[in-house]
């Protein structure tokens, strides 16, 4: 059975970093059936993709948030990495991680979403 | 970026009667014969789900009152008899090109 686990402190200080982890079984981050994404949604409002990260090691950002984000991989653990630098309270949000089907790009399996709160 | 917009945001149903929701894109999803768009459902206090993959492919789980259709850029998730546990936030989004983008969201609600 797969499941995805996001994993990281839940409070950041504005301007620091914030920084998750999305820990997976039952499937390989290295399977090319798949690639691994994050999805954020602040508090009472919809979905953001925030980007993605093939089995390839390329990854993809929103442009929105392009200059601050990275994503990265670390096989040996089968499990990747969000990043987002210079946060503010409009970082604020559940992060999920999510697998895509690679060959249609549905986020067919989803962690149960960890809430980061930006505040000093 | 493609944007997506549905439509309505909001929608009160009585149990067992039918509910259609609506999401338009900036531009085409079609690809190699395969439109990029996906339906999902988030139920409340949970993390959303995939309903609908491929405009019209229910995912493993989803009973078959769920159904899609395209029309061009225009993609409809209709219920056939809403009940009780379909009550959430639908979503539509678009994985053709990145970003990906989600529309606005449509609340089901029960009357």
């Known amino acids: 059975q797969v499941q995805l686990q996001e994993s990281g402190p839940r409070l950041v200080r504005p301007s620091g970093t914030l920084s998750l982890i999305c820990s997976v079984s039952?499937?390989?981050?290295?399977?090319?059936?798949?690639?691994w994404g994050w999805v954020r949604q602040p508090p009472g409002k919809g979905l953001e993709w925030v980007g993605s990260?093939?089995?390839?090691?390329?990854?993809y950002y929103n442009p929105s948030l392009r200059s601050r984000v990275s994503i990265s991989g670390d096989t040996s653990k089968n499990h990747y990495s969000l990043k987002l630098n210079s946060v503010t309270a409009a970082d604020t949000a559940v992060y999920y991680c999510?697998?895509?089907?690679?060959?249609?790009?549905?986020?067919?399996?989803w962690g149960q979403g960890t809430l980061v709160t930006v505040s000093s | 970026d493609i944007v997506m917009t549905q439509s309505p945001l909001s929608l009160s149903v009585t149990p067992g009667e039918p509910a259609s929701i609506s999401c338009r894109s900036t531009?085409?999803?079609?690809?190699?014969?395969?439109?990029?768009l996906d339906w999902y459902l988030q139920k409340p206090g949970q993390s959303p789900q995939l309903l609908i993959y491929?405009?019209?492919h229910r995912a493993s789980g989803v009973p078959d009152r769920f159904s899609g259709s395209a029309s061009g850029t225009d993609f409809t998730l209709k219920i056939n008899r809403v009940g009780a546990d379909d009550v959430g936030v639908y979503y539509c989004?678009?994985?053709?090109?990145?970003?990906?983008?989600f529309g606005q969201g449509t609340k089901l609600e029960i009357k």
């Open positions: 999510a697998r895509h089907v690679a060959n249609r790009g549905s986020l067919d399996n």
């Open positions: 039952g499937v390989s981050v290295t399977s090319s059936a798949y690639y």
């Open positions: 990260i093939f089995h390839s090691g390329s990854a």
């Open positions: 531009h085409s999803l079609l690809h190699n014969g395969n439109h990029y």
């Open positions: 491929s405009v019209s």
């Open positions: 989004m678009q994985s053709l090109q990145t970003p990906h983008t």
